[in-house]
């Protein structure tokens, strides 16, 4: 078990979308945190107080998480001695990166030295099987975006909150470091190997009760050239009896792709649904969540507007406004 409370470390992420581990984390789990540690240069801020390593020691902090998720998910030289001196004043580390903090020679050796824990939430820990596509009892919802870090992990988590506060049976299910951290679970979908990574969704979300939902938190973007496999695997192990669309309305390109437009909430419906229909036939798209979270108000109201009446399904921003059209829709199913 990862040991609470957090100091999280932010590093040196040149924007704020590059620490969503660590925005998730304070979002979700306030009280697991006790400040955060920025290097300087770093452009992200979890309105946290700014501690020293020995300062949030003595503040109760256990563990220091890396917060920041970083393209190809890269320890940096940089990172090594804020990292060690924290196994040093006695923290345990976690991460959630493609570079594993147990496979670098010197953090590994210092933990044995200190005896500190190294927890990496990016190791498969099952033998997934290959998906079967075989139907399973109970229900499944997952949210699919038009891009990467568009809200997809925002949306399911209020999505749980809210059918469970309906009296709905669901169950949030984790498939990325972040939600891993938050949850305590769940199958680090982009670590698994390409012919399982299907069958993982399938052993995540297993038989249930006809009336419990799983909702499932997403990945990536059928259009984005970079991460499309893990959509697509969420898409047809998960099997879902809905889909939500996921999007952000500010962004210029396709995260990190600067020669990529993203494409239109309509386009997203008419790819996802026929993907998703492969697996279920039944599968319906029954609302779409907006990250407004760069617009006020009133821009954001105007927005929800205009594309709930393009579209003609609700439009909610789940973390803004909370999912109650979305659950609403879901209960008709």
């Known amino acids: 078990m990862i040991e609470t409370p957090y100091l999280l470390f932010l590093g040196d992420a040149p924007d704020p979308l590059a620490a969503k581990v660590a925005q998730g984390i304070k979002?979700?789990?306030?009280?697991?945190?006790?400040?955060?540690?920025?290097?300087?240069?770093?452009?992200?801020?979890?309105?946290?107080?700014?501690?020293?390593?020995a300062e949030a020691k003595e503040a109760g902090a256990k563990t220091l998480v890396i917060g920041v998720a970083n393209r190809g998910g890269k320890i940096s030289a940089a990172w090594k001695e804020v990292l060690l001196e924290a196994l040093d004043l006695g923290y345990d580390l976690a991460a959630g990166l493609h570079t594993l903090l147990r496979n670098e020679r010197d953090l590994a050796e210092k933990a044995r030295e200190t005896g500190r824990a190294l927890h990496d939430v990016r190791i498969p820990e099952v033998e997934y099987p290959i998906a079967n596509g075989e139907k399973r009892r109970g229900?499944?919802?997952?949210?699919?975006?038009?891009?990467?870090?568009?809200?997809?992990?925002y949306t399911a988590l209020a999505l749980d909150r809210d059918m469970k506060a309906a009296g709905m049976k669901s169950s949030f299910r984790a498939t990325g470091q972040t939600g891993i951290l938050i949850t305590g679970e769940g199958v680090p979908l982009d670590a698994v190997v390409a012919d399982f990574m299907a069958g993982s969704i399938e052993w995540l979300t297993p038989d249930n009760d006809d009336d419990h939902w799983d909702v499932i938190e997403?990945?990536?973007?059928?259009?984005?050239?970079?991460?499309?496999?893990?959509?697509?695997?969420?898409?047809?192990?998960?099997q879902p009896d809905a889909l939500?669309?996921?999007?952000?309305?500010?962004?210029?390109?396709?995260?990190?792709?600067?020669?990529?437009?993203?494409?239109?909430?309509?386009?997203?419906?008419?790819?996802?649904?026929?993907?998703?229909?492969?697996?279920?036939?039944?599968?319906?798209?029954?609302?779409?969540?907006?990250?407004?979270?760069?617009?006020?108000?009133?821009?954001?109201?105007?927005?929800?507007?205009?594309?709930?009446?393009r579209m003609g399904l609700p439009a909610v921003d789940p973390y803004r406004h909370g999912t109650q059209p979305l659950v609403e829709a879901l209960q008709k199913l």
């Not at 997403?218 to 192990?237: C, R």
Request: one cysteine or more.
């Open 27 to 53: 979002d979700w789990r306030p009280d697991n945190c006790v400040g955060q540690f920025r290097m300087d240069g770093c452009k992200a801020d979890m309105k946290l107080p700014d501690m020293t390593l």
């Open 139 to 153: 229900k499944r919802v997952l949210a699919v975006g038009t891009d990467c870090s568009v809200g997809k992990m």
């Open 218 to 238: 997403g990945q990536g973007s059928l259009f984005h050239v970079s991460y499309s496999g893990v959509t697509l695997a969420l898409v047809h192990g998960g």
């Open 244 to 309: 939500i669309l996921c999007h952000e309305p500010t962004r210029t390109h396709m995260r990190g792709l600067p020669g990529y437009a993203l494409p239109s909430l309509e386009a997203l419906r008419d790819t996802a649904l026929e993907l998703a229909r492969v697996a279920n036939p039944n599968c319906q798209v029954i609302g779409i969540a907006v990250n407004t979270a760069g617009l006020d108000d009133s821009e954001a109201e105007a927005y929800l507007h205009q594309v709930q009446d």
